[in-house]
């Protein structure tokens, strides 16, 4: 069984010895691109020479790149804690071509690796390619010899990659991992392809045109390779398991988290939080980025609050987070020393806004609790589809509303004393406020203790 620093460390080496030059992690903060709140792939670091406005002294490269989804077009924040797999923070193994190769080399390097050097068995591997790209078939099928029951032609939302709105894009083949019929789930390009049991590993991009604001495609100078495979999902198939929570990297962080908050059920979703918020807050605050109440600030805020929440929902009443830091730091240092270097800054930084958090969060409380009569508070929250949604307000989840299991959904909530009663509204309908999407949660008097008088629990 492989670790994540061994397969960081394989991966590397690999296209290394076939002429592709070692690149470090670059910030993630994106130097001198507005498109991008954060670097969210590896080609980011890249995008001037896609576009062949810059010139590096390799035509190839591998890296292994830190990213961050919790803003901007790919933002996984709400769900992090809810699904095996998604994170604020990850890294990105990719290797790229400029112009060096293109189709064919690019999936017989990644068949050979997770083949022959990692020994992942080929009937467990499940190739999609985009439906119009029919030279990826082609070697797919007939070079590499990929099984037709093994095989799908997926639409553009799918097999269509680009790092945001707009710049470098193209089709894309990805590779599957099947982790078998007792795990819930079917072959991608199935109404049931969601589940956990068929899991992206591996995102072959082939970088061919630039999008502009208008939508329009435009072909690049040369067509170029941008790969990405997530180093924690490479690591939990490595592993023996479909949860990204289970590996190395998360064991020894949620172990931490358990001790200090005094939860003993390791697989508890707020731990599953604060392990994955220590990760993103630490880095974001190892490059200078500080809480604030706006861009890059504000996002780092809603992740250590969303993590200080969660030590509230455990019980946990004093500045723990931050203790986090130096767990992080010895679990993740050899490979990013800026994590040892900047540690004291990064525990300054968390305990100052965890305390002042903690303020926010007491006054609340008090006044949720003890409101005077005629008081009348209203929260307007606006509606999104998602399968699980916590929201960005000060409070601890035993006072906030939470959305139904799925789906957009308008409500009014109205309490009279320890009475409470809805009505929901589908989706697009309007309440009586006249806003669409848009929860009421109001109430008169004084209502009970909101542990014993609260909103009805999230469906799970």
């Given amino acids: ?24 992690s670059s910030p993630l903060v994106p130097a001198d691109d507005p498109t991008l709140l954060f670097t969210n792939a590896g080609m980011v670091q890249f995008k001037e020479v896609f576009l062949g406005r810059e010139q590096k002294p390799y035509r190839s490269a591998v890296s292994a790149q830190c990213c961050m989804r919790a803003g901007g077009k790919h933002n996984d924040l709400e769900n992090v804690g809810y699904t095996a797999r ?37 009937e467990q591997l499940w190739i999609t390619v985009y439906e119009e790209d ?37 089709p894309c083949s990805e590779i599957f991992y099947d ?3 007792e795990i819930p789930g079917a072959p991608p390009g199935t109404p049931d392809q969601d589940g956990d049991r068929f899991v992206e590993i591996w995102n072959l991009v082939f970088m061919e045109y630039d999008r502009d604001a208008e939508g329009r495609l435009t072909p690049l100078p040369y067509p170029s390779v941008d790969t990405g495979m997530g ?26 988290a358990a001790e200090l908050t005094g939860c003993t059920d390791h697989r508890n979703q707020s731990l599953r939080v604060i392990a994955d918020h220590i990760r993103s807050s630490d880095f974001l605050v190892s490059e200078g980025i500080t809480p604030s109440n ?52 990064v525990e300054r930084v968390l305990r100052s806004e965890e305390e002042r958090f903690a303020e926010t969060l007491e006054q609340g409380m008090r006044i949720l609790s003890r409101p005077s009569p005629g008081f009348r508070a209203t929260v307007l929250l606006m509606a999104r589809p998602c399968s699980s949604f916590t929201t960005p307000t000060a409070f601890p989840p035993t006072s906030q509303p939470t959305w139904p299991a799925s789906g957009a959904c308008a409500s009014t909530w109205r309490a009279s004393s320890a009475r409470w009663r809805s009505k929901r509204n589908g989706p697009g309908q309007r309440i009586s406020s006249g806003r669409p999407g848009v929860w009421t949660w109001s109430w008169r008097g004084r209502p009970t203790s909101p542990a014993t008088n609260s909103l009805p629990s999230r469906q799970r």
Avoid at 233 to 245: E, P
Avoid at 298 to 323: K, M, Q, S, T
Avoid at 332 to 343: F, I, K, N, R, S
């Fill in 134 to 170: 029919r030279e990826a078939e082609r070697i797919w099928r007939d070079d590499i010899g990929v099984s037709p029951e093994r095989f799908s032609r997926c639409g553009e939302q799918d097999n269509f990659w680009s790092m945001g709105e707009t710049g470098p894009c193209g």
């Fill in 179 to 181: 982790h078998g019929p």
């Fill in 1 to 24: 069984m492989q670790n994540s620093t061994e397969l960081r460390a394989s991966f590397l080496r690999y296209f290394a010895e076939r002429g592709h030059r070692i690149v470090p």
């Fill in 294 to 345: 706006e861009g890059r600030g504000y996002v780092l805020r809603r992740i250590i609050r969303r993590a200080v929440r969660h030590g509230y929902r455990l019980g946990c009443r004093e500045p723990f987070f931050y203790r986090l830091v130096a767990t992080l730091a010895a679990r993740m240092g050899d490979a990013y020393p800026e994590l040892v270097t900047t540690q004291a800054k």
């Fill in 231 to 256: 180093l924690e999902r490479l690591a939990a198939i490595m592993q023996g398991t479909y949860d990204n929570y289970e590996i190395d990297l998360f064991r020894t962080l949620i172990s931490a």
């Fill in 86 to 122: 998604h994170h604020t923070f990850f890294e990105m193994l990719g290797n790229f071509s400029f112009g060096d190769y293109f189709k064919p080399e690019a999936i017989r390097y990644a068949w050979d690796y997770l083949t022959r050097v990692l020994g992942l068995p080929e």
